[in-house]
Protein backbone atom coordinates (compact mmCIF):
# COMPACT_ATOMS: atom_id res chain seq x y z
CA UNK A 1 0.00 0.00 0.00
CA UNK A 2 2.85 2.23 0.86
CA UNK A 3 4.08 1.86 -2.84
CA UNK A 4 0.97 2.28 -4.25
CA UNK A 5 0.42 6.01 -2.30
CA UNK A 6 4.71 7.04 -3.08
CA UNK A 7 3.39 6.02 -6.92
CA UNK A 8 0.27 8.62 -6.60
CA UNK A 9 2.84 10.91 -4.75
CA UNK A 10 5.11 11.06 -7.30
CA UNK A 11 2.09 11.27 -9.97
CA UNK A 12 0.65 14.27 -8.47
CA UNK A 13 3.70 16.53 -7.26
CA UNK A 14 0.84 19.81 -7.08
CA UNK A 15 -1.10 18.19 -4.44
CA UNK A 16 1.81 18.25 -1.56
CA UNK A 17 1.00 14.46 -0.64
CA UNK A 18 2.99 13.21 1.94
CA UNK A 19 3.12 9.59 2.88
CA UNK A 20 4.57 8.65 6.73
CA UNK A 21 5.32 4.89 7.69
CA UNK A 22 4.25 2.21 7.49
CA UNK A 23 4.94 1.96 11.38
CA UNK A 24 4.06 -0.53 14.33
CA UNK A 25 -0.04 0.58 15.70
CA UNK A 26 0.80 1.26 19.12
CA UNK A 27 -1.49 -1.76 20.26
CA UNK A 28 1.45 -3.95 17.77
CA UNK A 29 -0.85 -7.00 17.55
CA UNK A 30 -4.74 -8.25 18.40
CA UNK A 31 -5.32 -11.69 18.01
CA UNK A 32 -2.26 -12.71 15.79
CA UNK A 33 -2.72 -10.09 13.54
CA UNK A 34 0.08 -7.04 13.10
CA UNK A 35 -1.25 -3.98 13.36
CA UNK A 36 0.51 -1.18 10.89
CA UNK A 37 -0.73 2.66 10.34
CA UNK A 38 0.52 4.85 6.97
CA UNK A 39 -0.18 8.04 7.34
CA UNK A 40 -1.24 10.37 4.92
CA UNK A 41 -1.28 13.84 4.68
CA UNK A 42 -2.37 15.72 1.59
CA UNK A 43 -4.63 19.75 1.70
CA UNK A 44 -6.98 17.78 -0.72
CA UNK A 45 -7.70 14.21 0.70
CA UNK A 46 -9.78 13.75 -2.04
CA UNK A 47 -7.31 12.52 -4.41
CA UNK A 48 -6.34 9.84 -2.17
CA UNK A 49 -9.74 8.99 -1.17
CA UNK A 50 -10.32 8.42 -4.98
CA UNK A 51 -7.74 6.45 -5.41
CA UNK A 52 -7.91 4.16 -2.35
CA UNK A 53 -11.83 3.29 -3.35
CA UNK A 54 -10.71 2.70 -6.85
CA UNK A 55 -7.65 -0.07 -5.91
CA UNK A 56 -7.69 -3.36 -4.72
CA UNK A 57 -7.05 -2.43 -1.38
CA UNK A 58 -10.71 -1.60 -0.98
CA UNK A 59 -11.05 -5.22 -1.12
CA UNK A 60 -9.25 -6.52 1.44
CA UNK A 61 -10.91 -7.53 5.05
CA UNK A 62 -7.76 -6.42 7.27
CA UNK A 63 -7.72 -2.82 5.47
CA UNK A 64 -9.08 0.20 7.40
CA UNK A 65 -9.23 3.65 6.02
CA UNK A 66 -9.71 6.55 8.59
CA UNK A 67 -10.10 9.64 7.42
CA UNK A 68 -9.90 12.88 9.79
CA UNK A 69 -8.68 10.25 12.53
CA UNK A 70 -8.62 11.89 15.98
CA UNK A 71 -5.40 10.62 17.07
CA UNK A 72 -3.04 8.03 15.74
CA UNK A 73 -1.58 7.78 19.34
Not at 31 to 58: G, H, T
Amino acid sequence: MVNFLQTLQLEHPEQELLVLGPFPAIVAKVRDLYRMNILVKCPQMELVKRALWNSEFKECRNVFFDVDPVSVV
